[in-house]
DNA sequence: TTAGCGATGTATCCACTGGATACATCAGCG
DNA sequence: CGCTGATGTATCCAGTGGATACATCGCTAA
């Protein structure tokens, strides 16, 4: 909307994205105040309520960025297993950015179309990333559901090292094995 | 520690645990105030301290006392289907508490022994009910791995609305396919 | 050219939170 | 029977998300 030297700050919107990203991934958690971020913007702490409802329409921004992301480091696995490896690296490499993403509501990612749409291009990497020629589609997206399902449930055991591995790097070797690759 | 009717409150930790039990579930969240739990228990919210360092020590305390109630619901199960039934109707009944129980960290985990032997349960549970006759060790491992992750994974996709499922009931029966039961 | 309007940012306030310090109460043991 | 340590209370604090009122200034229409 505002490409350069817009008015008071240019882009605040974008800018409060991503200063959020730097600070959830600092402390991997999205633990951070609106008033360290504005700080660090610049601004006074009640400007970004020109451009978010409140706190937590600036994290639905967060995870539609993160969406977008994910959906980049994905649609360039050439099969099954480096999706899946993919996937994986992403979540532990952005542990606080990956739970910003998936505590988004139901109601927060039909609401925001920004991130409904970065939803659909995760989806639709998934779809192609994940395909075995030849089955049916009912057989295809029950694939796409395992596969997402065994990376996701994974991370979080892995992360709440419930799944006594000895590191990050045997998890990311067992998940494949696991997922059948 | 304190039976009957020991002192002022009587055993104000354990009732503690209760409240913010029954808190968790009627917002499916932890964001309960310590002061809105010490006004239900008839306390000042100061006396909460007198039992757990801080916040986050009481959420360990529910936290234990949950993986104490899966482990229960979990034992029962007279097969591998009906674990993973289990499990997943565990969950989605108690969402906020799930959510609790696995937030807590590798180091609250191992820092509290009445935490860590309820995972255990949990675990001792998992092991026995999805134990595979004639397999060795490694498989069974892996075959406990396979089946937690995809119910947590499942779990976590379909609150968050990523599955594209019409019901919970839907989930219930679809996850049990794709787990090849 | 300029008036003023709407978008953006600031100043200040509020109720509430988790946590700290200091003190009061009282059960049970010597 | 008096002391002590466990338990609970009173009060304070800085920090939080959010609200209201006002200031600034680029853009557009006359």
Redesign the interface.
């Known amino acids: 909307m505002a490409p350069r030297g817009a008015y008071h700050h240019g882009d605040l919107a974008a800018a409060a994205v991503d200063e959020a990203l730097r600070l959830i991934d600092a402390d991997a958690s999205a633990s951070f105040s609106l008033r360290a971020l504005a700080e660090r913007l610049g601004v006074a702490h009640r400007a970004l309520y020109n451009h978010f409802a409140d706190r937590e329409a600036l994290l639905a921004g967060v995870a539609a960025r993160g969406f977008d992301m994910l959906a980049d480091a994905l649609v360039i696995a050439p099969d099954a297993p480096s999706f899946l490896a993919a996937y994986v690296r992403f979540a532990l490499a952005r542990p606080g950015l990956y739970d910003v993403m998936?505590?988004?509501?139901?109601t927060a990612?039909n609401g925001d179309p920004g991130l409904r749409a970065a939803?659909d291009r995760v989806?639709g990497a998934a779809v192609k990333g994940l395909a075995t020629p030849g089955a049916d589609d009912e057989t295809q997206r029950?694939e796409v559901?395992?596969i997402?399902?065994?990376?996701?449930?994974?991370?979080?055991?892995q992360r709440?090292?419930?799944?006594r591995l000895r590191s990050d790097a045997e998890f990311a070797e067992?998940?494949l094995?696991?997922a059948g690759f």
């Open positions: 998936m505590a988004r509501r139901h990612i939803v989806i029950r559901m395992r997402w399902m065994i990376a996701h449930g994974g991370i979080g055991l709440a090292r419930m799944l067992e998940i094995r696991i």
